[in-house]
């Protein structure tokens, strides 16, 4: 069974920064690309950002383009998410999400998320 496990989340002062881990268990990540989402308080979960296999990136979510950045590392079967000059509007549950598409298959899993509030 493939379960991403995300940490690093909790809380920071506006501006500060936070690194999100995204542990991959069951399976080698090296396979699937990998998206973190985030969903504030009644509001949908939307796609932050996105890296390939291959490593290319994408960001959806313009205001974060700037300050997030994802990467990941294969060998340590993780993935991560630095983000950077932290504002009020980016707290929310913050997802992991590792996706591949076998044989016609999608092949899909999310984490339970992580929490980062940002506040004074």
């Known amino acids: 069974q493939v379960v991403p496990v995300e940490s690093g989340g909790g809380l920071v002062q506006p501006g500060g920064s936070l690194r999100l881990s995204c542990v991959v268990s069951?399976?080698?990540?090296?396979?699937?690309?990998v998206d973190w989402y985030r969903q504030a308080p009644g509001k949908p979960r939307d796609l932050v950002a996105s890296?390939?296999?291959?490593?290319?990136?994408?960001y959806q979510i313009d205001d974060v383009k700037s300050r997030f950045r994802i990467s990941r590392d294969n060998a340590k079967n993780t993935a991560y998410l630095q983000m950077n000059s932290l504002k009020p509007e980016d707290t929310a549950v913050y997802y992991c999400?590792?996706?591949?598409?076998?044989?016609?298959?999608?092949?899909?899993?999310w984490g339970e998320g992580t929490q980062v509030t940002v506040s004074s």
């Open positions: 999400f590792v996706r591949r598409l076998f044989r016609g298959v999608r092949d899909e899993h």
């Open positions: 069951g399976a080698s990540l090296d396979i699937y690309d």
């Open positions: 890296i390939t296999t291959r490593g290319t990136t994408d």
